[in-house]
Nanobody, 126 residues
Framework: QLQLAESGGGLVEPGGSLRLSCAASGDNWDYFAIGWFRQAPGKEREAVAAISSSDYETKYTDSVKGRCSISGDIAKSTVYLQMNSLKPEDTAVYYC???????????????????WGQGTQVTVSS
């Protein structure tokens, strides 16, 4: 079992920045890749970024490339999502999730993830 807990969400003005954290506990998260997803009201959950804990390979969806950076700290069992130049359309509940590293190539598909956090709200508004 792996438990995930997100933090760092909040209200930010357009153009601002936030850093989300995903703290893992329980099973050895080194066996997993960690992905960030978001879900806006009335929309489907979409993948944002992912990182493999073994080689720190990263993936990003096109809409956040150049604005977001995912990183990991094995010692703290924590994955971060730094989001810059935020836009109102980034408003959503952000979730982190864990997938076995062998499925990392499928990082964009929420169905392959075994464990999910409870989510943290990000609101971008003036």
């Amino acid at each position: 079992q792996l438990q995930l807990a997100e933090s760092g969400g909040g209200l930010v003005e357009p153009g601002g920045s936030l850093r989300l954290s995903c703290a893992a506990s329980g099973d050895n998260w080194d066996y997993f890749a960690i992905g960030w997803f978001r879900q806006a009201p009335g929309k489907e959950r979409e993948a944002v970024a992912a990182i493999s804990s073994s080689d720190y390979e990263t993936k990003y969806t096109d809409s956040v490339k150049g604005r977001c950076s995912i990183s990991g700290d094995i010692a703290k069992s924590t994955v971060y999502l730094q989001m810059n130049s935020l836009k109102p359309e980034d408003t959503a509940v952000y979730y982190c999730a864990a997938v076995p590293k062998r499925r990392f190539s499928d990082w964009q598909f929420s169905s392959v993830y075994n464990y999910w956090g409870q989510g943290t709200q990000v609101t971008v508004s003036s």
